[in-house]
């Protein structure tokens, strides 16, 4: 509330920027970019997303981009983790507006089966998941490196399903640069004609 006040000081909206869009919640994304530049990575801040999709950028370096900063959560081709969705094919799957939107505000289309859950527990704490499978008597959650953890029902004071994605903010650990590379590799990755 405090950033939306017209006297808002220009020398904390840096700061301010980098802690609202920094949490999972992405309506808290879309209402601070009302007022706020999103930083990127060191502070920078990203050009806009049809800026990103007209620059061509390097797919042997996206693909290493992606090795480096996707390959924990994701697969392609069967390497990689297999946390989030398999992106062998993303590339008929979405345009690369839509890549850059899924990379840059991941909260804002949720694939099915890939629902953030929180679970709370009886002996405190909150664990953070998806939902791997549900049973009367106990609820097994994947984490993520893909580890899965079962809790039994009378281990559990909560259930639910939040309004965010957990995969990273990759804005915050890579440059636009990498970025627009690994969306040029992202594109390549088709299905077979």
């Known amino acids: 509330e405090t950033v939306k006040e017209p006297d808002f000081p220009e020398d904390v909206k840096e700061a301010a920027a980098a ?38 950028g390097n797919v042997e370096n996206g693909k290493e981009v992606f090795a480096t900063n996707c390959q924990t959560c994701h697969q392609i081709q069967g390497e990689g983790i297999a946390f989030g969705p398999d992106l062998s094919q993303i590339g008929s799957k979405l345009d690369q507006e ?39 008597e106990a609820i097994i959650l994947k984490l993520i490196g893909g580890l899965e953890q079962t809790y039994l029902r009378e281990q559990i004071t909560d259930i639910r399903k939040a309004d965010y994605s957990l995969m990273t903010d990759l804005t915050q650990v890579m440059s636009e640069e990498e970025i627009i590379d690994l969306v040029n590799y992202l594109a390549t990755l088709r299905e077979p004609t």
Do not use: C, W
């Open 19 to 56: 802690v609202l869009f920094s949490v999972y919640r992405v309506n808290i994304h879309q209402e601070a970019a009302k007022y706020l530049e999103r930083p990127g990575s060191e502070g920078k801040v990203l050009s806009p997303i049809r800026v990103m999709v007209a620059t061509v």
């Open 98 to 136: 839509g890549l850059y939107r899924s990379i840059i505000y991941p909260s804002e289309g949720v694939n099915y089966g890939y629902e953030t859950y929180e679970v709370d527990l009886k002996e405190g704490g909150t664990m953070v998941g998806l939902l791997a499978s549900e049973t009367p």
